[in-house]
């Protein structure tokens, strides 16, 4: 979930509940801490309580439930984005693939175990986590303290910011640098480096899409803190579709 959200809000946003019964897999919404509710994304999980909380979530799980434990998966949006980032960097010797919403991130240090695949989405006319780097105005209101302020300007698609942070995790699975990009809608261009099969890197760039989960009813119910919610895509059919064909190796 993102920040000041929550399991519930996730939960309402992604519809990977209904999703999970329909194509039977297990949805776990994980709850965060503090006030307003958050994630810490570092990435030592000596240090970090949230990534000890997943891990102890995902023992539990997978005691409990009949599940493919090779095949589990991360995602998240914006602030649950950098999370479930944090997640592949620490962890990827238990999650298979991740899928980061409006916010993928590359900590430091990130030196995941094996190449994890990535299939993040991001919106040119992010209000609040901008297309090329900064943080926006939160609901119409004040920057976090310490946050960077941006100005509204054409969004750059290779330029520094989210294109930067996705050249990043490319070059972390052993991708070519030089990715490709096809119009997969009018609205949304798919970015794909040429990576090894086992840990592909794929961008879904919304142009003129907000700080939203795409094809969300709640994300574009709130659309005057968020921005607009494309319905060209819906992210969460998006995520299972790519995350499903990968499997941690034996």
């Known amino acids: 979930h993102g920040l ?5 809000v996730h939960a309402g946003m992604t519809q990977f509940g209904p999703m999970g019964v329909e194509e039977g897999f297990v949805t776990v919404f994980p709850h965060g801490r503090g006030t307003p509710v ?21 023992d539990r ?8 434990t090779s095949r589990v998966y991360a995602t998240g949006l914006s602030n649950g984005a950098m999370m479930s980032s944090a997640v592949a960097c620490a962890l990827a010797d238990r999650v298979a693939a991740i899928g980061p919403i409006a916010g993928i991130a590359l900590p430091e240090p990130c030196a995941p175990s094996r190449p994890v695949p990535v299939l993040t989405v991001h919106g040119t006319a992010d209000p609040i986590l901008r297309f090329n780097g900064g943080i926006g105005m939160i609901g119409g209101g004040p920057p976090e303290p310490g946050a960077t302020t941006t100005t509204t300007a054409p969004s750059d698609l290779d330029g520094e910011g989210y294109p930067e942070i996705v050249r990043g995790w490319a070059e972390i699975d052993g991708c070519e640098p030089e990715p490709s990009d096809e119009d997969l809608t009018d609205a949304v261009v798919k970015r794909t480096y040429d990576c090894p099969d086992e840990s592909p890197v794929v961008f879904l760039i919304v142009e003129g899409g907000g700080h939203s ?3 969300s009813d709640f994300s574009r119910s709130i659309e005057d ?4 919610t494309t319905t060209d895509i819906d992210a969460s059919r998006e995520v299972w579709d790519f995350v499903t064909r990968f499997r941690l190796p034996d």
């Open 4 to 8: 000041a959200e929550g399991a519930d």
């Open 225 to 228: 803190v968020v921005g607009p």
């Open 38 to 58: 958050r994630w810490d994304v570092t990435t030592d999980p000596a240090t970090n309580d949230d990534l000890a909380y997943v891990t102890d979530v995902l």
């Open 61 to 68: 799980v997978e005691a409990e439930r009949c599940v493919d």
């Open 213 to 215: 989960w795409p094809g």
